[in-house]
Structures are given as structure tokens and as C-alpha cells.
């Protein structure tokens, strides 16, 4: 199934998922850094990193639903795509309520608690990541139908007729 948002021929939700699941992993690498003594500005960094993180999770979410709402219904990867965006937004709503606590507090620093809630975020950010390449390593969905080893590049006009699969 070929991918619904693009730009300049590949699909644009794989191109937003990296930053915010780096800057997510980075946060929750800091503020325990941080908690276990680490320098103190590791825990203003790791707000910043999960701020940045939470927009770049909003736009990659965005990014996906397109996709989402084109794959054929009563299908594995439908299935497997409901479970990989609910994982994502459960993870996306924990993340987002540690910010809400850090935004106003003395400290942008995280203590036990909320490194817990991060922590579980995290497995659940895993656990949508190994979902999403399932979509795309073995379903196939985001993948151009014309993809093959000896593929033209994505940058290369390809006529409707072909693009359709027509046999002429």
C-alpha cells in the first residue's frame, strides 16, 4: 500500500517518527541522569527535549493518520495500525502529563514518579516503534507498489497507466 502523504516521492510519517522518538528516549536519559546526580541543567534539558519531542509526536501522529485511514479495513495491517497509533497516543498522553507537571514547578527537573510514568512511556513508545516497522518491514503499508530492487528513482515521473499496474 503506497503512502498518501509524500514529498518528493517518499512517504513524510517514517521522516517525522525519528526526531520525537529520539528526543523522548533522550528526556527520559537525562532526567535520570539528573535524579542520580548528574549535572543540574540535565533536567531543564530533558523538559526542552520532551516539549520538542511532544510537537514532532503531534506532527508525526498527523502524518500517520493519513496513512492509517487508507489502509483497507478487516486486514492484519488495519489491525496492527489501530494497535501501533493507540500505542502511540498512550504513550504521546503519558509524556504530555509529565510535561503538564513540570511546566509550572520550581524545577523542571523529574523526581521518582515521574520518571516511572516515562519509563512506561518508553516501553510503549518501543513497543508502537516494533509496531511500525511491522507496517512497514512486513505489511508493507507506506511502501510504493513499484518498489523493487531495480526500482526507478522516486524522483522519476511515472506514467498513470503504470502507476495503476495497467498491463498495456
Known sequence: MESRLKILG???????VMFPFALLVTAVLFDIIDTVGGPDFLGEVAYWNLTVGLIGGLLAAAAGTFDLLAIPSGTRAKR?????????????????????????????????????????????????????????????????????????????????????????
Open 10 to 16: 517518499h512517504p513524510v510519517h517514517p521522516m517525522l
Open 80 to 168: 496492527v495500525a489501530l494497535t501501533h497509533a493507540a500505542a502511540n497516543v498512550a504513550m504521546l498522553l503519558l509524556f504530555a502529563a509529565v510535561w503538564v507537571v513540570r511546566l509550572n514547578a520550581d524545577s523542571r527537573g523529574a523526581g521518582g514518579a515521574l520518571i516511572a510514568i516515562e519509563v512506561v512511556a518508553l516501553g510503549i513508545l518501543g513497543v508502537g516503534g516494533w509496531l511500525g516497522g511491522e507496517l512497514v518491514d512486513r505489511l508493507g503499508v507506506g511502501v510504493d507498489r513499484e518498489a523493487s530492487l531495480d526500482a526507478p528513482s522516486s524522483l522519476r515521473p511515472v506514467a498513470a497507466s503504470q502507476r495503476m499496474g495497467d498491463a498495456r
